[in-house]
């Protein structure tokens, strides 16, 4: 199943990622990929659950063939669906970048969230994620997360990137930084409670988080996830690297960071 962080903060996105490809010890994959260096687009995507592979192999195609954020949501949406769409092969992705705000010429952040499984442990209907993809049609469509957030804190539409960029940074100033997660339910959930104990101690002792901080504590809490789960659970499908090393991204507008990258050779 394995386990990723996504942190929102003033600085840009901060994407942290263990490096297990499944429960075996000697198999690893990088479920963080970022778009490549002659993409017109400054974007990440982080993967988890089954086929992380596929999800990945996506996410480059997408890029390699569309020139704006939205466009490469979209391309992407399109073939999340139609992988995992009515099967039992759990999957979550995370997508974020930053649009451009054509009247002010300032960068929108945006997250893009495709999930096919539920808390309880069932699986979202075809029916359900043939609606989100549809819902591209909108301006805001349901996979589009940072500005649905928004709008279910504020009660109010928002109409253009214009409102967006002004909501967001008045949410983040508020309540920022943000952290969310996906993984297993049945055991990060809980793990992941204790996590969220400490980055609400860290909210509040230190406002002016900025993103190389947050990449550190996020790799920490890598570190310490998968080190206890491999403790509790001997087939955990949550760990780090032969030399314990988890992988950490920071996407700020118009730059990609890989702060850490485990090496498995």
Known sequence: ????????????????????????????????????????????VAVCGDYPEVAINSFVDACARKDSLREIAHLYASKWTERFSGTNDYSAVHLVGFE?????????????FWCNGKTDGSFH???????????????IPINNHIPQKLEEA??????????????????????GPIFTWNGDMKFWGSAVSSIGAILELAKHEKRAWI?????NLVSQCLVFLANV????????????????????????????????WADFN
């Open 229 to 260: 789960g491999n403790i509790l659970m001997p087939s955990s499908s949550v760990g780090l690297s032969p030399d314990q090393q988890c992988d950490v991204v920071i996407l700020r507008s118009g730059s990609i960071e890989r702060v850490k």
């Open 100 to 112: 451009s705000d054509s009247e002010s010429n300032q960068p929108v952040p945006q997250v893009w």
């Open 125 to 139: 209907s075809n029916e359900d994620l043939q609606a989100q993809l549809s819902s591209f049609s909108k301006f």
């Open 1 to 44: 199943m394995s386990l990723f962080f996504d942190v929102w903060c003033d600085d840009g996105f901060v994407l942290g990622s263990d490096v297990r490809l499944s429960g075996g010890e000697s198999k690893f994959l990088h479920k963080l990929c970022v778009s490549g260096r002659s993409s017109r687009v400054k974007c990440a």
């Open 211 to 215: 993103a190389n901080d947050l990449a």
């Open 154 to 175: 504020h009660r109010d539409s928002l109409k253009n990137l214009k409102d967006e960029r002004q909501a967001v940074t008045t949410y983040l100033s508020r309540f």
